[in-house]
Every structure is written in C-alpha cells, then in structure tokens.
C-alpha cells in the first residue's frame, strides 16, 4: 500500500547539530534541549514525556528547535482510513506459511 505522513506529530529525536546552531536558540528553548539531551540523548520520545517533565508549554519550544534542525519530528505513518500501519525495527514479509524477517543480519 501507499504510506504517508499525517496528523499532528507527537514524535521527535535530537539530531546532530553544530554549536552555531545551539548558540542561536532561544533561552527557554536551551533549557529543553538540555532536559532531552539528559533524558533521551539520541533516542526517539513524545511530547507528552516533555509534558511529564516539567514542561508544559512544549509545542512551542519543540517547534522553535525543530526549525532550527536541532530536534527531527517523525509524524504518524496512515495508510488506507481504516488499516493499521506499524513502524518496527525490522522490515518483515507476512506470508501464508508465516513471517520473514528481512533485515535481520547472518
């Protein structure tokens, strides 16, 4: 099927960025990066863990660093209205006879 990205995004991750960048955001917005770096470093999370963690206004914070490149938004995948769309570690091949897992190494 065709997979596209949709609806309001409520994932994001740090990206590698360069000091200019950093120097540049805003203060309120600096004082997030920091609580991310400490509590997520590279890895995947949702606005409502930011909510969770003491900063209620995040939507706004997060925008002004996903604009700077410094944080990367990751949308819902939809598919067809109805259907279930999953995002896995894995590329996996549903068969007949069972599942394949495609990029599992040797």
Same mark, same amino acid.
């Given at each position: 099927?065709?997979?596209?990205?949709?609806?309001?995004?409520?994932? #994001?991750?740090? =990206?590698?960025? &360069?000091?200019?960048?950093?120097? =540049?955001?805003?203060?309120? &917005?600096?004082?997030?990066? &920091?609580?991310?770096?400490?509590? #997520?470093?590279?890895?995947? #999370?949702?606005?409502?863990?930011?909510?969770?963690?003491?900063?209620?206004?995040?939507?706004?914070?997060?925008? =002004?660093?996903?604009?700077?490149?410094?944080?990367?938004?990751?949308?819902?995948?939809?598919?067809?209205?109805?259907?279930?769309? =999953?995002?896995?570690?894995?590329?996996?091949?549903?068969?007949?006879?069972?599942?394949?897992?495609?990029?599992?190494?040797?």
């Amino acid at each position: 099927g065709y997979v596209m990205n949709q609806g309001e995004c409520s994932h #994001f991750m740090r =990206a590698s960025v &360069s000091d200019w960048q950093l120097n =540049a955001l805003p203060k309120d &917005s600096k004082k997030l990066l &920091s609580f991310i770096d400490s509590r #997520f470093d590279t890895l995947p #999370f949702c606005g409502r863990w930011l909510h969770s963690g003491g900063f209620p206004r995040w939507q706004e914070q997060i925008k =002004a660093l996903c604009n700077m490149g410094v944080v990367r938004m990751y949308p819902p995948l939809c598919d067809i209205q109805g259907c279930y769309t =999953a995002q896995y570690e894995h590329t996996i091949l549903l068969k007949p006879s069972g599942k394949e897992v495609l990029t599992r190494g040797p």
